[in-house]
């Protein structure tokens, strides 16, 4: 059974910095596409970095490049996104997904963990 379980968000202030996991488990990562994706609130949720599982490719979007880094550990069977420079516009509810395309088109992920929350404030 495939499962995504994130976990690391929580309340920082503005130019702090958090590392988001999310665990998997009932599949390979690197025989899947991932992405972490956010919903802010009264937002569509979007794409915020994708990561080429056979590749190892990275996408980001234009709104968090160069304060986003997203990776994996296959030891640990783990997806990883760091966050750095935190600003008031990344507080959002952030979640993984993994397909069989590297794709901004959340229809393209077939598995999505439940979500961990990311609130910036001072």
């Known amino acids: 059974q495939v499962q995504l379980v994130e976990s690391g968000g929580g309340l920082v202030q503005p130019g702090g910095f958090l590392r988001l996991s999310c665990a998997a488990s009932?599949?390979?990562?690197?025989?899947?596409?991932m992405g972490w994706f956010r919903q802010a609130p009264g937002k569509k949720r979007e794409g915020v970095a994708l990561l080429s599982g056979s590749e190892g490719s990275t996408f980001y979007a234009d709104s968090v490049k160069g304060r986003f880094g997203i990776f994996t550990d296959n030891d640990k069977h783990t997806l990883y996104l760091q966050i750095y420079s935190l600003k008031h516009e990344d507080t959002a509810a952030y979640y993984c997904?993994?397909?069989?395309?590297?794709?901004?088109?959340?229809?393209?992920?077939?598995?999505w963990g439940q979500g961990t929350q990311v609130t910036v404030s001072s």
């Open positions: 997904a993994a397909g069989k395309f590297v794709s901004w088109d959340q229809k393209d992920y077939d598995y």
């Open positions: 009932g599949f390979t990562l690197d025989d899947y596409d």
